[in-house]
DNA sequence: CTGGATCCGTTGCGATACTG
DNA sequence: CAGTATCGCAACGGATCCAG
């Protein structure tokens, strides 16, 4: 029963910067991509459709610099860089996949909540 | 067995859009926040610290177009305006709570994985 | 006085071009 | 192949203004 010593709510925790870090869109795709299997930049760019090479690159540096993303750089000729999660990124990739689970299971009652409120506010 | 009809790696699949909403910094605070309590503008403006007006009410206004928050307007003077969790939120709130339940649970270890990371790449 | 809309300066993102 | 550099645009923060 006893409290936690952080809280999210209080702009001064240090947990509310991981919370922004892992709170983004692209964060959450590429440790959804990542828990799959390791992968190259350029798979990486591929299978998360949509993202650009720059906020791929900024996201997956953010991630490496939290400790849940691993950056492996092979130096062939082109070079190759593999990004896998840590066990520390797989840990919370648990936590993510919930969130997509939820996402997925309630789409359709989004979908009528989205129609629904269409009808009470016909546009501003 | 069956596959799931979605695939949020997929830029197309509907599903997208609604992660982008709840993968947010402040959509996800909102909703810790109002999964405490019901609460006024200004209680959550509060209670979210460093949010401001502007994002707070964009952020509520796609919480509530999702139906994920319900808003509700006292025509008192001066006007109350109440923000609450729907039941398809509070579904939600679920699934964000293990999200904040891990950030807590690995702060430490993600300040150690920074200070690994930094001794590795000592400033950029 | 609360909730929110509007304006503006700053920051961040997307698209393209270029380098090791 | 895996980035970095540049630039135009959209999004954000802060301040101000407005309706009830």
Same sequence: chains 1, 2.
């Avoid at 969130?99 to 989004?110: C, G, H, L, P």
């Amino acid at each position: 029963m006893t409290a936690d010593p952080y809280d999210v709510l209080d702009e001064q925790c240090p947990t509310r910067e991981v919370l922004s870090r892992i709170a983004d869109k692209w964060a959450m795709l590429v440790i959804l991509a990542l828990e799959e299997k390791t992968l190259r930049f350029s798979a990486l760019r591929t299978r998360v459709r949509g993202v650009t090479q720059k906020m791929l690159t900024q996201t997956l540096r953010g991630l490496e610099k939290d400790g849940l993303v691993a950056r492996k750089v092979t130096p062939t000729v082109p070079v190759t860089v593999e990004y896998s999660l840590t066990p520390l990124g797989r840990s919370l990739s648990q936590a993510v996949s919930v969130i997509r689970r939820w996402t997925y299971d309630y789409m359709d009652e989004i979908k009528r909540a989205r129609a629904r409120f269409q009808k009470t506010k016909p546009v501003a």
